[in-house]
């Protein structure tokens, strides 16, 4: 019976661990700290653990940078009133399931007026419908797919940078780059498959010849079979759409295969990340993101990053910080941070210049950032536009 | 040689074992009947260390073995031929006998001289030597259970049951053979059902009834004690 | 497409030693031990992260470092059982499951309140250079792993089936009472196999793990992988593991060249089911006990 006992002593303990393991958004921010002061909860639902966890911990962190700002500046005004702004996260956990499970718990039980996420398409077009029901505005920063604003969904936004407007970049860095027969790779996730859909057609219509089409599940750490199969069509140019966490496999064995061909990954991947991970695999790599060229103001908030994060500060980061002030500007311009109808007419309204470019919406929710792109060279990052000339 | 004292065993909360003292002498066979259930194997497994003791001690050889682990106990010299025989089934009755020599720290050619002595004693087990011991009679994986335990070349046998499930024919000779092994200067403690056999061969014997013992003597004495004759013998 | 297919038996051949490294560990603790260890994966990371650290942060030579992983795992494995398992031997099967489920939760967890969440990779020393067979091209790394698992398997054969040592673990996993009358000391036997399929774990994980990213929750498909081919194989049998690792290998492998990447996993598991219906203790489970 003891032996038992223990057994079940040695479990609980390890849940609790696991428990204080799952870092939750919110501990360290102190509530209410004046009389006067409020706090504004913003929900938030990211992917921080699973398999494409480290862009929803990228943008989370962002996220924490922006509040931990505005806080440190003594809040936001909304009319006379002033505001503390404390982020309400749950993991997502990659799986559409937690996505929409969190997305009830920040509707019913924190009551949040507004919620941002997530990192990946397939957990945000689960979370749509519900937010759509309540009459609670969700908005993604990073999520690019084109099936989320298909929905038509009025409380649904989309401020990431849309995989439509990237394939324009796309296909114009494919010519720059002087890719004539190409394999395209896509994982196989909503994001990936957007693209599936979007690629092929914008690429015979500028006459890019695709000679393999390829995807992979988002799990997958092995993928010699499928590049080999890549590899007998000789394609000279590999497109790609995999998020930084696939695309370090991917391209490290891409590189045992075929270590000469030319590479351009279309928006999933941070290149800092690249170099830091597999420098040998990605040098000449052109990936396309949000951001463009480093602006004054993103100078600045790489030196308010570095404050309270031991890495540089990415892209991804960007729309996190983005993510929150933008809330913020929504609420000060409805005069209200409760009224959820209200907050969404702001969102749509918006015109809010932010760090990767200015956000504003048509009817159906979809934005107007365009695809910029960044080039890995002799391990570092040149970020440029699409209609600048390739660095030599 | 051996000697138990005031011996307490529990499953659980379950008393198995009362009060049990016991005492074998160099060169004896002692024999331990009792009915099913009455604590024979578990007296046993608790010499050999298999089963913990909650109370009293066990001596061999002037040492206390009761905290002892079952390895160091076969080290000590006591060899087990376990209730149900035991032997590994899906090794061949060669490795099993190897197994038995498991803790020797002699030669391989003395190791090597025991398996032909083996094989002299039961030429049975020299003729399947490559066949698995699982697919054995359970008259021949008997055979080979004693021979792995002599392939230790313990001071003390421990026997459970060696008659269980055996074909007469087969009991008659493996009961001469323990007699053998004694003549040639074993000592065997003997837990057996088949009173009648047991106490033939043996010099004393001792009576456990529902974990304590109930009668003790010379084995003769008990063969015409007439509580024993009823109960244990049929008569 | 001829060679396309030389190609793929050549890929499968690597991914079915991969699985294999992992599997055999699993099944030698469940065979011998009776404990179905979901943590197998845990420790597979930690020997990706110990053979990270030294290489990438103290410079040590990429096969001492896997050495010493495989010691410092190994050791770690001795402890677990002493401390986690033991406790809990002889009881009902769940609670080594539960713990081992704990175990696994808590490991993965401290590594990354530890580590963070970021990704990592494992310098190593082999070179570009791949190599030519019958028009299937192999690099230098992916030979190194399908050579050092060769002969890690044939030794681990060889320990098994010729050594003392080997004959006790096979007379243990049949009767662990019988083995300790003859002498064997179980605690000690208990706590070597679990050190031997830990270190082999770390193997994997500083071996594979330099071949992708090494993160805190990279040994959850490799343990889950492990479990898969082991239940296919036959649970605690041996050969049932290799065989398994390669039937999986390939099944991935085939499914992969004449379908998609993307539907590896559902192949996966669909022959697995099968193997279940048509063969209920899976390819090499004897009916026995």
Redesign the interface.
Known sequence: MKKVKLGLVIFVLSVFAALAGCSKGSEETSGKSGGSVETVEIGVVLATSGPIAQTGTWVLDGHKAAEKEINDNGGFKVGDKTYKVKIVQYDSEGRAESATAATEKLINQDKVPVILGTSISSETAAMIPIAQRAKTPLITFVAASDILTAQGASFFSQAAPANKNYVEAGTKTMKDMEMKNIAFIYVDDAWGQSYGKLYPPAMEEKGLKIVATEKFAPEQKEFMTMLNKVKAKNPDGIVLAAETELAVPLLKQLHEVMPDVKIMESGGSIPEELIKVAPDAVNGLVTLSRAGAVTPEITKFQELFAKSNSYKANSFNYSGYDGIHFIVDAMQRAGTVTDKEKINKAIRDAKYKGLIGTYSFNEKGENSLVGNRAIIKDGKVIYQTVNEPLPK | MLKIENLQVHYDKVQVIHDVSLEVNEGEIVTLIGSNGAGKTTLLRTISGIKRASGGSITFMGEPIHQMTSHKIVEMGIGHVPEGRHVFPDMSVYENLQMGAFRRKDSQAAIKKDLEHIFDLFPRLKERSQQMAGTMSGGEQQMLAIGRAIMAKPKLFLFDEPSLGIAPIIVAEIFKMIKKMNEEGSTILLVEQNANAALKISDRAYILETGKIGLEGQSSDLLNDDRVRKIYLGF | MG??II??IL??L??GS?YGLMAIGFTLVFGIMHVINLAHGELYMLGAFTTFIMVGVYQINFFVAILAAMLIVGGLGFLIERY?FR??R???ML??L??S???S??I???V??IAG?????IPTPFS?K?FTIIGA?I?T??LMVLLLTALLVAVLFWVIKFT?FG??L??TS??Q???????????LTYGLVFAISAGMAAMAGGLIGS???V?P?MGL?PGLKAFIIVILGGMGSVVGAIVGAFVMGYA???T??FW??????LVGYILLILVLLLKPNGLFGGA?R
């Open positions: 060679d396309q190609q793929s890929d499968g690597v991914s991969i986690i406790p809990l002889n009881t009902a609670n080594t539960l713990a489920i704990g175990l939760i808590f993965s967890n401290l990354l309140k969440t970021g990704m990592r990779s570009d791949s091209t690099s790394h992916r003392k004959r006790s096979r007379a049949q009767d009472d019988a083995s300790a009358l003859m002498g064997v000391n179980i605690n071949l992708y990213v993160d929750t498909g991935e492998t085939f992969s060249l998609a990447a993307s539907y590896q996993d026995k």
